[in-house]
């Protein structure tokens, strides 16, 4: 009795086949993101003069510090003296239309933080929500990281407006803040 010689089983090429196109996807994406940033870069274009930087991109327009020297629209205090020399103001505008944006304004004061809070309540009127941190727990920062002691705020779908107080030893900060659809300024 002779035997046939048993055949040799064929390698299972399978795997390697997976891997094959595992690999070929990954090369493809970081291609065509390659492509996606080459154009994006080549269509970015930065115009900086002085305190405004403007960046032009696919995408929209980012405007930063542009010259207006009260961006938010919120009203100051009497006498208080602003921190910067003019306001800051970051401003989106889409290439379909929505224009967005932040802006702020530092001052100081040497008036009592009551006295500039009081102010601020009939300025403002009701439908600005007033909170107080009297017990820790108010979350707004004021500028430099400071948690402010009093904030005025007023949201709608346009956006927010928010005056933060903040108790200093020779009297008060005020932090102005409007965030939102740029027609609300």
């Known amino acids: 009795m ?4 048993t055949p040799k089983p064929r390698p299972n090429n399978a795997i390697w086949w997976i891997l094959g196109i595992i690999g070929g996807a990954i090369a493809l994406l ?13 269509h970015v274009s930065v ?5 405004k930087v ?5 995408a929209g327009t980012l ?6 020297t009260r961006p938010t629209g919120l009203p100051v205090y009497p006498g208080a003296t602003p921190d910067k020399s003019e306001g800051t103001r970051v401003e989106f505008s889409a290439q379909n239309g ?16 009551d006295k500039v809070a009081a102010w601020y309540a ?13 017990d820790g727990t108010l979350h707004a920062r004021g500028p430099h990281g400071s948690k402010a002691d009093v904030v005025f705020e007023s949201k709608s779908s346009e956006g927010a407006r928010i005056v933060a107080l903040t108790k200093q030893s020779s009297g008060a900060q005020i932090t102005l803040v409007r965030a939102g659809k740029k027609e609300i300024q």
């Open 2 to 5: 002779s035997s046939a010689p």
């Open 30 to 42: 970081i291609a065509a993101g390659l492509i996606f940033a080459g154009y994006f870069i080549r």
């Open 47 to 51: 115009n900086d003069s002085g305190k």
């Open 54 to 58: 403007e960046i032009e991109t696919p």
């Open 63 to 68: 405007r930063v510090n542009n010259d207006e």
């Open 98 to 113: 929505a224009d967005v944006g932040v802006s702020t304004e530092d001052y100081t004061t040497s008036d009592d933080l």
């Open 122 to 134: 009939e300025k403002l009127g009701p439908k600005y929500l007033r909170e107080s941190n009297t």
